[in-house]
């Protein structure tokens, strides 16, 4: 009998359903946890230090809608090419390319003398940033059954409010003294270090890897460390029987009865960002605009991304317990109730921190939400391609909400009415996640 007959085949997503998990699983979720909080320390800090960065520039603040919306033009095409660049050339390895990509351009934007430098460096950092979620998402939940894949895009979605957290508490702490560029140095150079780690202690997709036979030494390797008795059975793994799909195509998520599913999640991903990113680019400046001082602003982002946190922890159990849809229509409708709230409200610092974090758990786990939809919805073979698109369709949303918070500021809006529209975009996501609760098929 030859060794190959010798050999027992088994897929390695059936062993890893059937597995408890192991130190190498943990290992992986908890690295993309730590890229995805720089992903939110990069992506939040802008928001931070827009006041100070105006001042010291000479630049009115009411311009700086162009330099957030640049970060996220960036964050899309970055989502849409290197995002999908992962179902080609494997996550890790995108996933890297990112975190150099946003790690090198955050550090040069310390170096800005100019509104253009601003607006340029933005771009090419959010590229960076863009190209690193679904990647991190994709490689993160293949390597837990598929009884926990909600967990870790929950885990990852929490991580990310808790990196911008990180950056407001810093930020509060070191800005008058260090200064605003020493922030974009140290947002630069976190990425950069835990890249060299990323490259030695991460290791591949398991379940990606299997899909070419040519990477079989390396599965066998890997899947030795999840299931120590595959040595002495003389296992051999293969991947999912394909899905006869492409590597990658933006067609394929339109195919097998995908195209009303994508459509859905697009449209709640548009109105989503929408007012995310106009929440944590503006809030600051809005704020002191009723003149409050800059420390309320940081303040209110900071315990906006506190309740993002508890949220995004909590998304992946309330997912299990009871429908998605279910639980992003009330999170929505959540949220723009406390819109209303806060339009009506005293300015007052306490009122600002608990309806601000009110705001953060409900918005911010909707997000982590999407994320969790986003990788369970699409197979292996197209999963970057579809996390990437979604993520990159929906910040067309990000780019117009800094925008319409600078039209609105320019036209004389006061800060109430701005908290007030911002509830607009929050129904409208509700009211898209309720038409795909009556759309939405098994793929």
Known sequence: MSQ?????????DAVIDAQPVCALQIRVVALCCLAAALNGFDGQIIGFLAPTIATDLKVDIRAFGLVFSAGFVGLMLGAMSVGSFGDRVGRKRAL???????????????????????????????????????????????????RLRR????????????????????????LQSWGWRSMFYLGG?????????????????????????????TVQAI??????????????????????????SI???????????????????IMSFMVLYFIISWMPALLEAVKLPARVGIMAITTFS???????????????RFSAEL???????????LTGVLAISPMHPSVIALLSFGLGLSLQAAQAGLIILAVTLYPIEIRSTGTGWSLAVGITGSIIGPLLGQWALRAGWSSQQIFAASAYPALCAAAAVGVLVFTRKRI
């Open 189 to 217: 150079m976190l990425p950069l270090t835990l890249a060299a780690v990323l490259y030695f202690a991460l290791p591949e997709s398991v379940r990606y890897l299997a899909l070419n036979p040519s990477h079989r030494a």
């Open 96 to 146: 890297l390319f990112s975190m150099l990509i946003f790690g090198v351009f955050a550090m040069l934007t310390g170096l800005a003398q100019s509104f253009n430098d601003l607006v340029l460096l933005r771009f090419l950092t959010g590229v960076g940033l863009g190209g690193s979620l679904p990647n991190l998402a994709a490689l993160a939940t293949e390597y837990v059954p598929d």
């Open 223 to 248: 899947m030795a460390r999840i299931w120590p008795q595959a040595a002495t059975l003389k296992a051999h793994f293969t991947g999912s029987p394909p899905n006869s799909v492409t590597e990658g």
């Open 4 to 12: 190959l007959q010798a050999e027992r085949t088994f897929r390695v």
């Open 306 to 320: 506190l309740g993002g946190i508890v949220g995004s922890v909590a998304e992946g159990p309330l997912m299990n």
């Open 151 to 174: 967990i870790p895009a929950s885990l990852i979605g929490a991580a990310i409010p808790t990196g911008a957290m990180s950056a407001g508490v810093i930020a509060a702490a070191t």
């Open 251 to 269: 067609l394929d998520l339109f195919r097998a009865s995908r195209g009303t599913i994508t459509a859905s999640l697009w449209i709640i991903n």
């Open 327 to 337: 639980v992003l229509f009330v999170e929505y409708s959540l949220f723009a109730a």
